[in-house]
């Protein structure tokens, strides 16, 4: 029987085991599902497929990087007294380092060798039959920048580079490094606090404003207005969407009677040259995962 793609993502989503051994796993059983369990438990990885299955909401974030390109990892475990664990900790900023050398995708970072051998997939099946939890590796990226710097931001920080929040804020000018660098992490700070959702409009998720402008409609149509005053209505309401949305429109926690966007034109003078923010990108823990209260 022929192993396909999706049958080794089943097995891998049904045990947490790494995908080659879900392969080999399903050559040896010629496909049976149900087997190939089995038999991954017979090879020393019982603890890690009974482990797979409970939610894993708690863990660390780790940012890794500097000047150019800069890595970020959602490592995710079942408790929040893993992550006070320097085991799970070295493997949290280990995966960073070397997430920071891929394309920021799942995929290759699983596949990445490790500096102290393997890979990140193996070391991450290894670390659960230690460990004795379930862990996942949910989100990574790569932020990088020709010209200019990426600066990183890591919130409630349990040690350097590892936390509960961590940000990467692309900068690009011409300017002084040093100085960029400055100014991007007191950027990186206030993604981390005000949550914005895109650079500016034009990079908002189109369905997203779509949502939006469909609910102010409604809004605005039960003040029985004619249609041309509800339209005006409708664009007045997205303008101040996109100042709370919007990395650009936001008014800077650090000077409130600044926008994000005029911090950056002023700051250009000291700087030594134009600023802009090339992207963001902002993990949250456990943000979007639905804990199981009655997980054992």
């Known amino acids: 029987m022929a192993i396909t793609a999706q049958m080794v993502k089943e097995l891998r989503e049904k045990t947490g085991v790494g995908?080659?051994?879900?392969?080999?796993?399903?050559?040896?059983?010629?496909?049976?599902?149900e087997a190939a369990v089995d038999w991954l438990r017979t090879k020393g990885l019982a603890k890690a497929a009974k482990k797979a299955g409970r939610v894993a909401a708690e863990g660390l974030i780790a940012v890794a990087g500097s000047g150019e390109r800069a890595a970020i990892v959602e490592l995710n475990s079942e408790t929040d007294f893993v992550s006070r664990n320097d085991q799970f900790q070295a493997l949290v900023k280990s995966v960073a380092d070397a997430a920071l050398k891929t394309d920021g995708s799942i995929e290759s970072v699983l596949k990445a060798p490790l500096a102290a051998g393997g890979t990140v997939e193996s070391a991450i099946t290894d670390a659960v039959a230690t460990i004795g939890e379930n862990l996942t590796l949910r989100r990574t990226a790569v932020v990088a920048?020709?010209?200019?710097v990426v600066a990183s931001y890591v919130h409630a920080a349990v040690a350097p580079g590892l936390g509960k929040i961590g940000v990467l804020v692309g900068m690009k000018s011409s300017g002084d490094a040093g100085k960029l660098q400055a100014l991007g992490r007191q950027v990186a700070m206030h993604v981390a606090a005000a949550g914005p959702l895109a650079v500016d409009a034009d990079r908002l998720d189109p369905g997203t404003i779509a949502r939006e402008r469909a609910i102010f409609a409604e809004q605005a149509r039960e003040s029985g207005k004619p249609d041309a005053i509800i339209?005006?209505?409708v664009e007045g309401r997205l303008r101040k969407f996109y100042e709370e949305a919007t990395l650009m429109k936001q008014a800077f926690v650090m000077d409130s009677e600044r926008t994000v966007e005029t911090v950056l034109k002023d700051a250009g003078q000291d700087i030594g040259g134009p600023v802009t923010?090339?992207?963001?990108?902002?993990?949250?823990?456990?943000?979007?995962?639905?804990?199981d209260s009655e997980a054992e």
Not at 19 to 29: I, V, W
Not at 145 to 148: A, I, L, R, T
Request: hydrophobic share 40%; net charge negative; with cysteine.
């Open 145 to 148: 920048v020709e010209g200019g």
């Open 277 to 291: 923010v090339t992207d963001f990108v902002a993990f949250r823990l456990g943000e979007g995962i639905q804990k």
């Open 19 to 33: 995908m080659m051994d879900c392969k080999a796993a399903l050559n040896e059983t010629k496909g049976d599902m």
């Open 231 to 233: 339209e005006k209505m």
